[in-house]
């Protein structure tokens, strides 16, 4: 069956690290990859989709990887500050299907 | 969230009565999903709608149905509310299935009693 995990459920790193997320995924053939942000008591946002047959995508501070040989997507926040502390949610497409299936998230807590 | 809203906020219920969430959009997305989060589960999908009376189960359907009889609104009902549905529900919507990312909601805490 299909199975996505994302790496340990809580990570904390040092103001101005460099926070990296990983997302695995089994039995698998995603169309794109999508990450979404969540605060609590909210529902997630949207932050980057990228596609099978792109390697990378940025956005400001926000990098993701997509290896689909490896099966697994790295979300980098460069720089990361306290204001980035949240759960960070990866999802899956398997493009017919025309929805989304998503890991259990990681807790982020970027510490002054 | 802008062009989404959710109702009610919370709602607590006593087991075995019949509940209906609601979920209104004002973006005219043609596709509405119902999920529900709980602790080590994560997100999983109820039944999502792509079109006005055109809806199909989820992962997690049992116990749940819904209707879509406007572009607007999807409903979600539970027939009989039972504990194990003591959950936050999200909706979410979105223009094209997916590729440009999901607009959630703020989300439902229902308890069951």
């Known amino acids: 069956s299909q199975k996505i995990e994302q790496n340990s459920e809580a990570l904390n790193i040092q103001e101005g690290k460099t926070a990296t997320l990983t997302c695995n995924y089994t039995?698998?053939?995603?169309?794109?990859l999508q990450w979404y942000r969540q605060d609590p008591g909210r529902g997630p946002v949207f932050l980057l989709l990228?596609?099978?047959?792109?390697k990378e995508k940025r956005k400001e501070r926000l990098k993701v990887t997509f290896d689909t040989t490896l099966k697994q997507s790295l979300f980098h926040i460069t720089a990361s500050q306290p204001a980035d502390s949240a759960t960070y949610l990866c999802?899956?497409?398997?493009?017919?299907?025309?929805?989304?299936?998503f890991g259990s998230g990681t807790q982020l807590t970027v510490l002054p | 969230d802008a062009g989404i809203t959710q109702s009610p906020r919370h709602k607590v219920t006593e087991t075995g009565t019949p509940v209906t969430l609601r979920c209104h959009q004002t973006?005219?997305?043609?596709?509405m999903y119902w999920y529900r989060q709980d602790p080590g589960h994560g997100l999983r999908l109820i039944h999502y709608?792509?079109?006005?009376?055109?809806?199909d189960k989820g992962e997690v359907s049992d116990g749940y149905s819904v209707s879509r009889s406007k572009t607007e609104d999807f409903l979600l009902t539970l027939e009989s509310a039972t504990s194990s549905q003591t959950s936050v529900y999200f909706c979410?919507?979105?223009?094209?299935?997916?590729?440009?990312?999901?607009?959630f909601g703020s989300g439902t805490r229902l308890t069951v009693v």
């Open positions: 979410a919507i979105s223009e094209t299935g997916g590729a440009y990312g999901y607009t």
């Open positions: 973006e005219n997305h043609r596709y």
């Open positions: 039995n698998y053939s995603p169309a794109y």
């Open positions: 999802a899956l497409d398997s493009g017919s299907a025309r929805q989304l299936t």
């Open positions: 990228i596609r099978e047959n792109e």
């Open positions: 709608s792509y079109g006005v009376k055109d809806t």
